[in-house]
């Protein structure tokens, strides 16, 4: 009796040991308000969006951004405004309920969108999703989705975000739109458990799920951590499992542990900062000018990354291929003639304001602080005005003038992420940030439109040249991704994408 008393209490131990080593806890900067992709378009949304959704086609990043079937078996383009697609069967979503076409036109209808109003929603989601005209259902299984023009990316579109495929019924229930946004239900390889506000993100595996890369994890949490040191600290003693946003200031410390180690780099993004052009100051094209040659690039690389990332040439990532430029420099360092346009521009040192947060990004306050040595080098006096939210960075005020961004290459072309940004779909156009000059609108459009390559690198080139004369933004270098990792009990496989993969490809236990 004692015996198997006691044999059933070991097994009750390793059972219980068995399913704690299948957690996984990550320590995050921050986790997002709400979780539906078209109402947040952030890093820290991204890295728990791969979990959560999939979409129609897949982009394989492990395989050069390939683009591979999804939630669709086939896709054919019927025209270029036109393409149809093969729905996977036999996919179930969180919910339980079955994927089917009314899950895609629900996903790409005005209603959750919002293309047809003013919300949050419909101005993130504009330059993505703007060009759909309607679905249409040609049986349960099969959609055809026709754009308002010619679409140059109209495979892609449905390949990356915001086109992660949702459950209309899974909204039905939900009631709104808003408490649709925080309990969000999707075909991921994990689904929704827990949401606490500004605190966690738990999730768990989806053992429905339809593709052979399962969940690595039985759960993960993301927990709010926002001091960098506590989460080194924490991934130390064994608290954390992944920590996030780490710099290479914190690498010597991680490496010479026992049970640490670094992943990741450089990823399909670019780290930069954007300029208000209503502003009463920078409404000079020249001040804004003058703002983007006094900024040494290399510097900041050497100085804060140790060399561990790069600077690229101008607003384009080589993973464009067909539509890279070459041939266009990296953005140029000439304080001197930042001087000039200043004094040509009657610049008399009044106040520019420099929005930032401490920490969302990795050395985001202390690059701040590098740019503002390098700006006041050449007479400009720029001001840091230290904020806590988004919310409080774009609050449309006469004092806005600076803020930081990022550009992620959500299609490996010029429309995924310069004319994504900074074109007339822009959600800083629409917010009233900067205003884009009829001939740059006009070349976006053919942009936008074309299907010959040769004259889509022409017009982009010739954007291009147009913008660093009349920048509404400057690039600093491409964005880091770099992950404190337990490593006596796992491997992360990193991609060069702010997605954060948690299968069995991403994540091995051991």
């Known amino acids: 009796m004692h015996r198997i008393t006691l044999l059933s209490t070991l097994a009750g131990i390793l059972l219980s040991s068995s399913a704690l080593a299948a957690d996984l806890t990550i320590a995050v900067q921050k986790v997002p308000d709400v979780l539906d992709p078209t109402f947040d378009n952030s890093n820290v949304n991204e890295r728990i969006m791969w979990s959560l959704f999939n979409t129609l086609v897949t982009t394989d990043y492990r395989d050069g951004?390939?683009?591979?079937?999804?939630?669709?078996?086939?896709?054919?383009?019927?025209?270029?405004?036109?393409?149809?697609?093969?729905?996977?069967?036999?996919?179930?979503?969180?919910?339980?309920?079955?994927?089917d076409a009314k899950d895609i036109v629900f996903t790409f209808s005005p209603e959750r969108t919002g293309q047809d109003s003013a919300t949050a929603s419909a101005v993130?989601?504009?330059?993505?999703?703007?060009?759909?005209?309607?679905?249409?259902?040609?049986?349960?299984?099969?959609?055809?989705?026709?754009?308002?023009?010619?679409?140059?990316?109209?495979?892609?579109?449905?390949?990356?975000?915001?086109?992660?495929?949702?459950?209309?019924?899974?909204?039905?229930?939900a009631g709104s739109m808003e408490a649709y946004a925080k309990r969000p239900i999707g075909t991921g390889p994990y689904k929704l458990s827990g949401f606490d506000l500004g605190e966690k993100v738990v999730l768990e595996a989806f053992d429905d799920y339809w593709d052979g890369k399962k969940a690595a994890a039985?759960?993960?949490?993301?927990?709010?951590?926002?001091?960098?040191?506590?989460?080194?600290?924490?991934?130390?003693?064994?608290?954390?499992?992944?920590?996030?946003?780490?710099?290479?200031?914190?690498?010597?410390?991680?490496?010479?542990?026992?049970?640490?180690?670094?992943?990741?780099?450089?990823?399909?993004?670019?780290?930069?900062?954007?300029?208000?052009?209503?502003?009463?100051?920078?409404?000079?094209?020249?001040i804004r000018e003058a703002l983007d040659l006094a900024i040494d690039r290399d510097t900041i690389v050497k100085s804060l990354y140790s060399g561990k990332t790069d600077v690229p040439n101008g607003w384009q990532m080589k993973s464009f291929g067909g539509m890279y430029l070459a041939d266009k420099p990296a953005p140029a360092y000439n304080p001197e003639k930042a001087k000039e346009l200043l004094k040509e521009a009657g610049y008399k040192g009044e106040r520019i304001s420099y929005r930032t947060m401490n920490a969302y990004y990795t050395n985001e306050i202390e690059t701040a602080q590098v740019l503002q040595?390098?700006?006041s080098a050449v007479g400009l006096n720029v001001q840091l005005d230290v904020k806590e939210t988004w919310g409080q960075i774009d609050e449309d005020s006469l004092d806005r003038a600076i803020f930081n961004a990022s550009f992620t290459a959500y299609y490996p072309d010029p429309m995924g992420q310069f004319w994504r940004r900074y074109g007339s779909s822009s959600s800083w156009a629409a917010s009233g940030i900067f205003k884009v000059d009829p001939e740059q609108a006009k070349l976006g459009e053919t942009l936008s439109t074309s299907m010959d390559t040769d004259e889509r690198r022409k017009i982009f080139g010739e954007m291009l040249d147009r913008f660093n004369t009349n920048p509404h933004g400057s690039i600093l270098h491409l964005l880091t991704q770099f992950f404190g990792v337990n490593k006596q009990r796992l491997t992360l496989d990193v991609m060069p994408t702010n997605y954060l993969d948690l299968t069995t490809t991403g994540v091995q236990f051991k």
């Not at 959609?143 to 010619?150: A, S, T």
């Open 218 to 286: 039985d759960k993960v949490t993301f927990t709010v951590v926002p001091e960098t040191s506590t989460r080194i600290a924490g991934l130390l003693s064994g608290q954390f499992d992944i920590v996030t946003e780490l710099n290479p200031d914190n690498f010597q410390q991680i490496d010479s542990s026992s049970n640490a180690t670094i992943v990741g780099g450089a990823v399909e993004n670019i780290r930069g900062i954007v300029y208000d052009s209503t502003d009463s100051v920078l409404s000079d094209p020249r």
């Open 373 to 375: 040595a390098m700006w």
């Open 124 to 173: 993130l989601s504009k330059p993505f999703l703007g060009g759909i005209e309607t679905v249409e259902v040609i049986d349960p299984l099969t959609v055809r989705i026709h754009m308002r023009h010619p679409d140059a990316l109209i495979v892609q579109r449905f390949a990356n975000y915001p086109s992660q495929i949702l459950s209309k019924k899974g909204f039905d229930e």
């Open 65 to 99: 951004g390939k683009l591979k079937p999804g939630l669709a078996t086939e896709w054919k383009i019927i025209n270029p405004q036109t393409i149809e697609f093969k729905l996977r069967p036999g996919v179930k979503f969180h919910n339980g309920d079955s994927l």
